[in-house]
């Protein structure tokens, strides 16, 4: 289907062990993005990435890895849970150019570390 | 630096208006409105450009005044689907595409 899909849509994990949100999106926007949201925080901004193999730091980076090999592929890393990343994560696309473009959102994931 | 919004949360009748507001610390190129519904991700709604370019919903208006870094979006003659947090996000130049977004206003239109 055409879209930003995200997977797994829910996630239980235990502190210390590793986990990868998966995030897939159809157009071939430039720019991914991905964001965590809390209470009270709004959406906060991970890492995001400008094309292929082009990834930087957000506003809360500490914690999390990504790569993108592929343009259409942007997953997220915790290399070892805590329970301060319990969030719900969403990942967005845009175009790139003149710009600025609106930004897409996936459904999200709740991940849940224990 | 996170813009701020206000109120944090607001309770309407249908058919009633509102004004949400944002505003930033530092100097802005353009603002974007997003509604999220309970439990679904945020969707787009309007992008406000310096210079005063707007590209966005029919049903809802936003303005964006530069010399204070402020933006409001009004919802005018509110209905039901109108509930939902919303959020502004700030661009401080045209690179990156990247957004601060506040902490939201949570609406609730009542019948």
């Known amino acids: 289907d055409a879209g930003i899909t995200q997977s797994p849509r829910y996630k239980i994990t235990e502190t210390g062990r590793q986990v990868t949100l998966m995030c897939h999106q159809t157009w071939s926007h430039s720019y991914m993005f991905w964001y965590r949201q809390d209470l009270g925080h709004g959406l906060r901004l991970i890492y995001y990435?400008?094309?292929?193999?082009?990834?930087d730091k957000g506003e809360v980076p500490d914690g999390y890895v990504v790569s993108r090999s592929k343009t259409e592929n942007f997953p997220l890393t915790l290399e070892s849970a805590t329970r301060s990343q319990t969030s719900v994560y969403f990942c967005?696309?845009?175009?790139?150019?003149?710009?600025?473009?609106?930004?897409?959102f996936g459904p999200g994931t709740r991940l849940t570390v224990t | 630096q996170q813009p701020v919004q206000s109120p944090q949360a607001v309770i309407l009748r249908e058919g009633e208006d509102a004004v949400i507001n944002c505003s930033s610390s530092k100097a802005l190129y353009s603002v974007h409105w997003y509604r999220q519904k309970h439990g679904e991700a945020p969707v787009f709604l309007m992008i406000?450009?310096?210079?005063?370019e707007q590209k966005g919903h029919e049903k809802i208006s936003a303005s964006f005044n530069e010399k204070k870094q402020q933006s409001s979006l009004y919802l005018t003659a509110s209905q039901l689907s109108y509930s939902g947090t919303y959020f502004c996000g700030t661009m401080n130049n045209n690179a990156g595409n990247m957004l601060t977004f506040g902490g939201g206003t949570r609406l609730m239109v009542k019948p």
């Open positions: 967005a696309s845009s175009e790139r150019g003149s710009g600025p473009y609106e930004q897409y």
């Open positions: 990435s400008a094309a292929a193999d082009i990834t």
């Open positions: 406000l450009l310096k210079g005063g």
